[in-house]
């Protein structure tokens, strides 16, 4: 994946705000990425392939510690809960209506979307 130096800029940008522990994207919007990234983006290899899309959730992963054995922000828990209820079925398999924070989300991105139609 070839990032260019404004790619590189955004990378360090979030990595200096985590560090000073300032919040540059929000929690609630930090819970949209991740509950986006849990309910579509395994068909998505966008989210992989772009250089923002791909900082933003990277940020949003460490912002609510979400790594293998570490404890989530357990305040932010609940609403990231919430958005994957709003999005997903109890096995995370997106219902037929998608919200509109998907929606607002895909469009503040420039995600293509690539929900199953069925």
């Known amino acids: 994946m070839g990032f260019d ?3 590189n800029f955004r990378q360090q940008l ?3 705000a985590l560090s000073a522990d300032i ?3 929000s929690g609630d919007k930090c819970c949209q990425l991740m509950a986006y990234l849990y309910v579509y983006g395994g068909e998505n290899e966008q989210m992989t392939t772009d250089a923002r899309i ?3 959730m990277f940020y949003a992963q460490k912002r609510l510690n979400i790594f293998g054995s570490e404890v989530m922000d357990l ?3 609940p609403v990231l809960q919430n958005y994957i ?3 997903a079925d109890k096995y995370g398999v997106p219902y037929n209506e998608t919200p ?3 929606l607002e989300l895909e469009k503040e ?3 293509k979307p690539h929900r199953s139609k069925k």
Request: charged share 20%; net charge negative.
């Open 100 to 102: 509109e924070w998907v």
């Open 54 to 56: 791909y900082s933003a």
């Open 109 to 111: 991105f420039g995600i």
């Open 5 to 7: 130096s404004n790619d």
């Open 85 to 87: 209820k709003s999005a």
């Open 23 to 25: 919040p540059i994207i």
């Open 75 to 77: 305040e932010l828990m």
């Open 14 to 16: 979030y990595e200096t």
